[in-house]
């Protein structure tokens, strides 16, 4: 029932923008802290930003501060994340999450877009 399903990402140079899409159902979207994660191949996943239930408040990981910008439609329930500048160290995957949302123990996830940026 739980569901995140990402999709916006490709291939692109070094320089140029996407802009990624999470769309979420079978939970409350609005009243869940949101997050982007990403993941490279033979890395671990890390946080790349996050926004409160309001949007009130965004954080961002240092390596994509400036460029990236998280934001989220909650009528709509999806999450954005827009990326400018993209630099090919921004390869990965990227997943959306809800950190707050554990059910029987288990973090829900999506399938993930892939983003490759080339130089």
């Known amino acids: 029932q739980v569901q995140l399903v990402e999709s916006g990402g490709g291939l692109v140079q070094a320089g140029e923008s996407l802009r990624l899409s999470c769309a979420g159902s079978?939970?409350?979207?609005?009243?869940?802290?949101m997050a982007w994660y990403r993941q490279a191949p033979g890395k671990e996943r890390e946080l790349v930003a996050d926004i409160t239930p309001v949007g009130a408040t965004k954080n961002y990981a240092d390596f994509v501060k400036g460029r990236f910008t998280v934001s989220r439609d909650n009528a709509k329930s999806t999450l954005y994340l827009q990326m400018n500048s993209l630099e090919p160290e921004d390869t990965a995957v990227y997943y959306c999450?809800?950190?707050?949302?554990?059910?029987?123990?288990?973090?829900?996830w999506g399938q993930g877009t892939q983003v490759t940026v080339s130089s």
């Open positions: 079978g939970f409350i979207f609005k009243s869940y802290v």
């Open positions: 999450n809800a950190p707050g949302y554990v059910i029987g123990g288990y973090q829900y």
